[in-house]
């Protein structure tokens, strides 16, 4: 299957040929049975002559080109329908009725504040005639409105809210939130290249809308994509900040599959700049090695680095309910353990060549013991709660 897509260069169509060329190229097989052999990137740089091409070979058009902040109000229609008109009237040209997916957008609806929109109004133009174009050839159209946008390589100060607040708070510039409560819908860019490639597949999801409402129907006129998120802008902004906190507070947010949060901290880090790639962490030092903690969760606990020079013994403590791995990935040691009660001492001999989690169990004190005279050993600990200076739960008591 050749592939054409128009506004490759545009933040979905960068996205989409990435993943095009993905499994193109068999490097993402998690689509079932689909064959790609070119895709066919057409830009605002590109020659009459290679959309010519490219509308003689393609078996599927992806046309996402259109114009989102013209100098003029009258550029949009001649952005977003005239190209639409071009782009068919060639694939007529050829005799080429492969289905075609347009890029559109709930402002075509026309409805409410979006009812004297010039962008709607273009968008909504460029609907009827792909509409037309299906019965005047027997073309399978694919007409999609989208939300708002967002996700990895979006253009900052252009058109998402998303990615403006996400680049500025990166790179800690001012941003300017009118109104905390406005609602949103949300589309992530890899959920809208999902459904791309479904359509692709033919098993499209289809709808119909009831003003700006997606209204889901087998046989609907439109297309949409079945994922979206509902929220508001304040409770974005805050998202974004809680993240932008992370290097000092050291605590990842809840981010469960399919959640906003989740896709919302993988667009933020995509803005970081490169001062920000990497951060610093307390180590806090001593003469038997050092401690650092790595990461805090808000209900999972936290995860910790621990060095112990040659020959040195930590630990030496038990705990009534909080519990530990140790996971050693460089050297070689012994963990023991003892219930307080009992003489018996558990041993388990560890090291980087065999990796493996060793539990701290309530009730027992432990410790582990650096058995190399010239190796530092290097431990992985795990801790089902966040260190509580006010409530530690920990108590000195040697093993033996």
């Known amino acids: 299957m050749k592939i054409l897509v128009t506004g490759a ?9 990435a993943q095009l060329n993905n499994i193109k190229d068999g490097k993402a097989k998690c689509y079932g049975d689909i064959t790609i052999s070119e895709v066919f990137e057409y830009d605002i740089d590109s020659t009459e002559e290679e959309l010519d091409h490219y509308c003689r070979e393609c078996n599927f058009v992806f046309n996402l080109a259109g114009v989102n902040r013209p100098q003029n109000q009258e550029d949009f ?18 005799g080429n009725n492969c289905p075609v997916m347009i890029s559109s957008s709930i402002q075509a609806t026309l409805s409410g504040r979006f009812g004297t929109s010039e962008y709607g109004k273009s968008k909504k133009a460029g609907e009827e005639l792909m509409f037309e174009y299906g019965q005047e050839t027997g073309a399978k159209v694919l007409v999609y409105r989208f939300p708002n946008l967002f996700g990895k390589w979006c253009r900052p100060n252009y058109n998402s809210a998303i990615a403006t607040f996400c680049n500025n708070i990166a790179n800690d510039l001012p941003i300017q939130v009118n109104d905390r409560s406005v609602e949103m819908e949300l589309l992530y860019i890899d959920d809208l290249v999902d ?17 700006v409402e997606t209204v889901s129907a087998e046989d609907g006129r439109y297309c949409y994509c079945p994922i979206t998120h509902k929220t508001t802008l304040g409770e974005i902004v805050d998202m974004i ?16 599959e399919n959640s906003l949060a989740k896709k919302l901290y993988s667009t933020y880090l995509s803005y970081l700049p490169k001062d920000k790639v990497s951060f610093p962490l307390k180590m806090n030092v001593d003469d ?3 401690f650092t903690e790595l990461v805090h969760t808000l209900n999972c606990g ?12 930590k630990g030496q403590h038990w705990h009534n309910t909080k519990w530990e791995f140790f996971i050693v990935v460089s050297g070689h040691g012994l963990i023991q ?3 307080i009660d009992s003489d018996e001492v558990l041993n388990f001999e560890v090291s980087g060549d065999r990796i493996e989690a060793v539990h701290m169990l309530p ?18 600990m795990y801790c089902n709660e966040i260190f509580n200076p006010e409530k530690p739960d920990t108590y000195f008591l040697p093993v033996e």
């Open 363 to 380: 009730g027992y004190t432990h410790n582990i013991i650096n058995l190399s005279e010239t190796e530092n050993l290097v431990t992985v």
């Open 302 to 313: 936290q995860v910790s680095i621990n060095i112990s020079k040659p020959g040195i013994t």
């Open 241 to 256: 900040y809680s993240f932008a906190d992370q290097p000092k507070t050291l605590m990842i947010p809840e981010i469960p």
């Open 288 to 290: 038997r090695g050092s």
């Open 77 to 94: 229609m001649k952005g977003n329908f005239g190209f639409a008109s071009v782009l068919l009237d060639t694939l007529k040209k050829y």
């Open 195 to 211: 459904e791309m490639i479904e359509a692709l597949k033919g098993k499209a999801h289809r709808c119909e809308f009831e003003g």
């Open 337 to 339: 353990q003892r219930r």
């Open 9 to 17: 260069k545009g933040f979905v169509g960068k996205n989409l040929c």
